[in-house]
């Protein structure tokens, strides 16, 4: 059947369910392009602070945390178009847009220590492959996705692929696992094949000036405030009701967790984030580990499992929620009260704090890396305090220098092993012990959850079949050719609600097709021969 887009948005009123990116987004594009009065759209959040993943907080005495970082690339062209609008965290004169790209002309990025090993910095001028696995990726990028169902990349490749500097690099930089899904491996390869030539020196990778939360969600918040959009915080939604008349379905009433309820009118609509990779997390400190969480803590997940059970349309939550041994995280954030640190990676890279970007410890059995941003990172951050920030994909195996895993790590024992990889044990000593060091880590059991085993189907539309009044948002919604992971994505289904929903004269901007241009294919092809 035919959708009707809604043609009176100054009676609409809209309610969007959680407060990350992609409800932020929808909430400017609802007001900029449909015409929705900023007054008439409610953000219901959970949580008591918006941005979702995008986040960063702390202070030079109790410690700096950011949970991730999001990697952006200048094709993003959603959320590009999306900020263009949103004045910058500092001049409002300047868009976000614009700010970020000045700031990636300053500080571009080439990083000259990608890959460590023993202490000491690889060659990474070839990817390592065999001729065999070279024809395993290029025979991947033209597989359909339908084919490959919810197969897993060890299924596809030799073992000795996962002991490359192609594997090192391509799955430290996204985060893919041996046992994520091939699908969307496919997927990544194709949006950002044009990348893949200079993957082993960061080359193309953009930053923002500071932390996403100060660098983004603030002045979208601040946008938003000045449009009169309204957030309630701790409101968490646990149940959605719907009716279907005609093959028509339509959401009636949002059920609270605090026993209250909102009825939804004829012309009300209800935007719901499903999923989270970041509910449910755990700040350890310095001297405690964190503690992983799960479903009994979540709010998203299990909104999305109680409303999949209602309509197949709805998707399933199942494959991405239920195997927290497979998309858990353990990410860590370092303050130090003196730059030695980033004097000495600074000499040892090559690079200048900013422009070199993720180093990875090949030897490390944890698959640790780090990464030193441009120094300040946040905006409260005083001059002669350093951050950065790391992670690893094998959490739950002993360290090289430690003798316990990850998972079991305090903030002062994961630098430990980070100081035994780099060989730098006499040089950090004296600071840590005059308490010039700290180290929060977080436990998330979500992270990776986007890139587990899925067929089609798991993911729903972001418009369900028969929707007159609702759309999904986020990660874990069906964005055709696009890549999870990405800010990109879920401003993606930021544009697919509103100008699904709304007579808005507008389409989703397509995604960026290298895979089609010649010239990306040719230098991919050398670059993974090399």
């Known amino acids: 059947m035919t959708r009707t887009r809604n043609r009176t ?12 990116i992609a409800s932020l987004a929808s909430a400017v ?22 941005g979702g993943a995008l986040d960063g907080s702390g202070d030079a ?27 910058s965290l500092e001049n409002p004169e300047v868009s976000v847009t614009d700010e970020t790209f000045e700031f990636n002309e300053r500080l571009i990025s080439h990083g000259q220590a990608r890959l460590l090993k023993d202490g000491r910095r690889l060659d990474v001028s070839s990817y390592g492959l065999s001729l065999a696995q070279q024809a395993r990726l290029l025979k991947l990028l033209y597989e359909s996705e339908a084919s490959l169902g919810d197969r897993k990349i060890e299924d596809w490749f030799d073992g000795a692929f996962f002991g490359t500097n192609f594997w ?22 194709r ?18 000036k500071y932390e996403q939360y100060h660098s983004v969600v603030v002045p979208l918040q601040r946008w938003r405030e000045n449009k009169g959009v309204e957030v309630r915080f701790g409101a968490e939604v646990t149940d959605i009701g719907f009716e279907t008349t005609n093959g028509e379905k339509r959401a009636t009433i949002l059920q609270l967790a605090d026993g209250g309820s909102i009825p939804l009118g004829a012309n009300d609509y209800v935007f719901t984030t499903l999923g989270s990779i970041t509910e449910s997390s755990d700040n350890g400190a310095w001297d405690r580990a964190p503690v992983l969480k799960g479903l009994a803590e979540s709010g998203s997940w299990k909104l999305w499992k109680t409303l999949a059970a209602k309509d197949a349309t709805f998707g399933n939550p199942s494959p991405f929620c239920d195997h927290i041994e497979g998309s858990k995280w353990y990410s860590f954030t370092a303050t130090l009260k003196d730059p030695v640190f980033h004097d ?30 441009r120094q300040p990172h946040f905006p409260n951050q005083p001059r002669d305090v350093k951050i950065f920030w790391g992670y690893a994909l094998y959490p739950d195996r002993k360290g090289n220098f430690v003798s316990k895993t990850m998972a079991e790590c305090t903030g002062k024992e994961i630098l430990d092993e980070l100081w035994g990889h780099l060989k730098i044990q006499d040089l950090m000593k004296p600071y840590v012990d005059e308490g010039k060091v700290n180290c929060i880590p ?77 010239k990306y294919l040719i230098e991919a092809a050398r670059a993974i021969s090399r």
Not at 191 to 208: D, N
Not at 443 to 461: Q, S, T
């Open 9 to 20: 948005p100054e009676n609409a009123h809209v309610y969007l369910i959680g407060s990350g």
């Open 168 to 189: 090192f690099i391509w799955s430290t930089m996204f985060a893919f696992q041996r046992w994520s899904s091939l699908a969307e491996m496919r997927r990544y390869m």
């Open 191 to 208: 949006r950002f094949i044009h990348m893949v030539e200079g993957l082993p020196h960061l080359g193309g990778v953009l930053r923002t």
């Open 442 to 518: 977080v436990a998330m059991p979500y992270v990776d959850a986007l890139f587990m085993p899925r067929k089609i189907g798991d993911r729903p539309d972001v418009v369900p079949a028969g929707a007159a009044n609702f759309a999904f948002l986020g990660q874990f919604v069906e964005a055709p050719h696009d890549c999870v992971f990405t800010v990109e994505y879920s401003v993606r289904t930021a544009q697919m609600a509103v100008y699904g929903l709304f007579e808005t004269g507008k389409e989703p901007i397509p995604v960026y097709d290298s895979i089609h241009n010649p």
């Open 344 to 373: 000495y990676m600074e000499e040892f890279s090559g690079n200048l704090s900013g422009t070199g970007g993720l180093v990875t410890l090949t030897d490390s059995n944890w698959l640790m890396s780090f990464v030193i941003a």
């Open 29 to 50: 594009l609802l007001i900029r392009d449909a015409g929705v009065p900023g007054r008439n759209i409610h953000i219901l959040e959970k949580d008591r602070i918006a």
């Open 61 to 87: 005495e109790h410690g700096f945390v950011a949970r991730g970082g999001q990697m952006h690339e200048r094709h993003y062209a959603c959320y590009w178009d999306l900020l263009s609008g949103i004045p």
